[in-house]
């Protein structure tokens, strides 16, 4: 069966960096696109960035356009979330999903 698993989430300063990581097992890694999406409390699942299965293209929400890069090793079968510049409303859950795969999410909190 299909698993990932995120990594990487934790509470950060405003202007603050974090490298979040999806770990996926079950699955041939490489043949799938790879989307992160987040959850804030009292708000909707977003979605905010994807990489195809190659590496590129990639596709990125415009409220992290800029700020956050998505990148893949499909040697090591995870996929990166490099999130700079962070600020107080990046603060939620952040999941990664493959299909209809979902991990169990990473919690980030950007406060001071």
């Known amino acids: 069966q299909v698993q990932l698993v995120e990594s990487g989430g934790g509470l950060v300063p405003p202007g603050g960096s974090l490298r979040l990581s999806c770990a996926a097992s079950g699955i041939i890694f490489s043949a799938y696109a790879v989307d992160w999406h987040r959850q804030a409390p009292g708000k909707q699942r977003e979605w905010i960035a994807q990489i195809s299965s190659g590496g590129s293209p990639t596709y990125y929400a415009d409220s992290v356009k800029g700020r956050f890069t998505i990148s893949r090793d499909n040697a090591k079968n995870t996929v990166y979330l490099q999130m700079n510049s962070l600020k107080p409303e990046d603060t939620a859950v952040y999941y990664c999903?493959?299909?209809?795969?979902w991990g169990q999410g990473t919690q980030v909190t950007v406060s001071s």
């Open positions: 999903r493959i299909r209809a795969n």
